[in-house]
């Protein structure tokens, strides 16, 4: 497991190097405008608490393996708080009618957040224990990269209000039994074979590369929203798009290359119970 930390911490450094990490660093940039990207988070924020209540967590599996997870889903499943006290202080909370916010949160703009969150999902129902570990690690090391440069920027503002996105958080996060030498040592010490290292090593990599488009898509917002109009408008301009459902028409079904009936049935051609019969398009 040793090989899969280091693993992780070069990817964590490469992450850093993001151009939304440039762009947070920029202190020609006013540092409140840097933050505005707060209302990208929503979904991952909330999402994430689900995670760690719900799919992380497992109290009924009493392995040494199992209880640092769930100590780990314990110190992080109720920092969403923060969040909500950091929309407001940036005066990004809105009031709004509940349909706008979920057509918010289910817009294009943030759908790279919400995939990162399902695909996260995805891959802890099938970990192994050691590889469950090393996603967990990889989720903090890629968290607290992204709030130690937050942090940073949240201390060029005066009388600084921000908890979330602040030194605190980030204090809280080094200090997590994780993130201590203790837990690394343990995690360092279990050995894995040739086989499941690299299969550990593609999910680190598969995690850091939803990071990273979750962080490329909130470098799309920064570039094309100002902060001051975000405070002064009604709500945020991104909606889902109000696509109704309807049946696809048979040349939509050839396109899809469907393999079921593109033409209504013949009914004297119709399969006695039991019997399966179908027609190529």
Known sequence: MKRVMSHITDCSER????????????????????????????????????????????????????????????????????????????????????????????????????????????????????????????????????LTTTAEVCAEIEGNPFVYYGSKHTKVESGHHMGTEEALRFLEAIELSDEELEETKGLVDRIYRGYTDFVAEMYDWVLTHDLGELRTQSFFREKATLETSRPLAPKELIQHASPLLARPVDMDRVPLQGEVRCEAL
């Open 15 to 146: 992450f850093a190097q993001e151009p939304m990490f440039h762009y947070l660093r920029d202190k020609r940039i006013d540092p409140k405008q840097r933050l505005c990207f707060m209302p990208m988070m929503a979904h991952l924020v909330f999402s994430f608490m689900d995670v760690n209540k719900y799919v992380l967590r497992n109290e009924a599996l009493d392995t040494p393996l199992q209880r640092l997870i769930n100590i780990h889903t314990y110190e992080d499943a109720s920092h969403w708080p923060w969040w909500v006290r950091d929309m407001k202080s940036a005066g990004l909370d809105k009031l709004c009618n509940f349909t706008d916010a979920m057509m918010f949160l289910w817009s294009e703009a943030t759908h790279k957040s919400r995939v990162l969150t399902y695909d996260c999902i995805a891959m802890v129902a099938r970990a192994t224990p050691t590889q469950l570990l090393a996603i967990v690690e990889t989720i903090e090391s890629t968290g607290y990269q992204f």
